[in-house]
Each structure stands twice: as structure tokens, then as C-alpha cells.
């Protein structure tokens, strides 16, 4: 790997967790109703300074600042990030909670990872591991609409996590056979997930649609399914 950027993330978060998990209390509601933590904002500058302040070659697209996409034909790398996904859980006092990237390097699929830093797991493209067959839960996300409980499959057992980081570890790891996102979820929250379950073989669905590792625009809802 030429430039190692997931790895320098996961080694940033891990040396600085102590101070992220200092700002569990900082909550406040964004304009769309969800929550955010001065933990997010400080992952967000974390990983700002690391990968851009030293490069002027890498363009970040987070959850946490508008990007402004108007260098995206310039940027030899560009990167997806959420600093902190299921920042509910996260601000409450669970450990479920993650930090996900996804690099692109000329707007083609480069490296991924999911990093779940109170759970001490992470995945990182190229990783190797045994994956369990036999898996039967389904993962789901924390709201699923009355209607599509209707279609959910009496002999699958569910699961929900708060965080697409977490479903999304899981599946591609193998305690889910399958997770889904029915109302639809951003760039930043499945980029990651996607290609690392495509790297592991797993079947990927957005918008119905088969999924081959395309980047994803930031601020456009998606649905998606990973399966087995």
C-alpha cells in the first residue's frame, strides 16, 4: 500500500481514545434531528490533519463538514469518512460505535476500513480472517418503517446495533448473515462496508441494485443490503 491511510487513522483514534470518550457529554441536536458530539467534531480534525494538512493531493468528504466537491477532478485520493458512526449509542455510554473510511484513489475503490475502538476490532482492506459459516441473524438498522416489518422473514433471527459500522462489521466478519438498510443511509455510513464486503465475497445491494464498488456521492440517502 502506498500511502497506508486507514492505518494511520486507526492508529490516531486508538492513541487519542481516552480524550474521544472524554466528550461522550458534549451532545447537541443537529438541524436533521441527530445527535452530534464534540467526540465526532474532534475525530473529524483528527483525521483532517493526519491525511490532508501534510498532502495537497487528498480531498475528505465527512459527515461532519460539508465538502466541497469542487476539487474532486483535482484530488488524487479522496476520502469518506464518518468520525463517529452511532454517535447515539456512543454518547450514551455504549460501545457501539465506530469510525469508518473509504479511500478512493482516482475515483477508484483503494482501501476501507471499520474500526470499532471500544469492541477493540477492526477490519482493514487487505485483512485476513476466518469467517464462520452458519450465521442466523439478520442485522438491521435502529428504525425500520412500520410496513417493512411485514416483510421480514419468520425464521431469521434480527438483530440492531444503532450503527451501520457495527451491522456492517458483522457481516462481513460473519455473526450476520445478512444487514439491510431500509430507510436509506449516506455515503460516508456504507462506502466502507460495501467494499470491504465485496472484498469478502459477499453479495451488495444499493438501491436495489448490484453494487461493484462505485463511490457514492455525499448527502444522497441510499438503501442497501449485504448478503451471504
Known amino acids: 500500500m502506498e500511502f497506508d491511510f486507514c492505518r494511520l487513522v486507526r492508529d490516531a483514534v486508538y492513541d487519542n481514545l481516552d480524550k474521544i470518550l472524554s466528550f461522550r457529554d458534549t451532545r447537541r441536536l443537529k438541524p436533521d434531528g441527530s445527535w452530534v458530539t464534540d467526540g465526532d467534531m474532534y475525530v473529524h ?9 501534510s498532502r495537497g493531493d487528498v480531498l475528505l468528504v465527512s459527515e461532519e463538514k460539508k465538502p466541497e466537491l469542487s476539487g474532486l477532478d483535482n484530488a488524487e485520493y479522496v476520502v469518506t469518512l464518518d468520525p463517529i458512526d452511532g454517535t447515539s449509542n456512543f454518547t450514551y ?5 465506530g469510525v469508518l473510511v473509504s479511500v478512493y484513489r482516482r475515483m477508484k475503490h483503494w482501501q476501507s476500513m471499520i474500526c470499532l475502538p ?13 469467517r464462520p459459516a452458519g450465521a442466523r441473524l439478520a442485522g438491521l438498522p435502529s428504525i425500520v418503517p412500520p410496513d417493512d416489518y411485514a416483510s421480514l422473514a419468520g425464521d431469521i433471527e434480527y438483530s440492531t446495533m444503532g450503527s451501520c459500522a457495527v451491522n456492517f462489521y458483522y457481516a462481513v466478519t460473519g455473526s450476520y448473515r445478512s444487514i439491510r438498510h ?13 467494499n470491504l464486503a465485496l472484498e469478502h465475497g459477499l453479495k451488495a445491494y444499493v438501491d436495489d441494485r448490484p453494487y461493484c464498488g462505485e463511490w457514492l456521492a455525499p448527502g444522497i440517502r441510499h438503501r ?4 451471504e
Not at 45 to 53: A, E, M, N, T
Not at 118 to 128: M, N, P, Q, S, V
Not at 224 to 227: D, E, G, S
Open 224 to 227: 442497501y443490503l449485504v448478503t
Open 45 to 53: 480534525s483528527l483525521v483532517d490533519s493526519l491525511l490532508c494538512g
Open 93 to 97: 455510554g455504549l460501545a457501539e460505535w
Open 182 to 194: 431500509y430507510r436509506g443511509a449516506y455515503s460516508w455510513d456504507m462506502l466502507a462496508g460495501l
Open 118 to 130: 471500544e469492541l477493540h476490532r477492526c477490519l482493514i482492506t487487505g485483512d485476513g480472517f476466518r
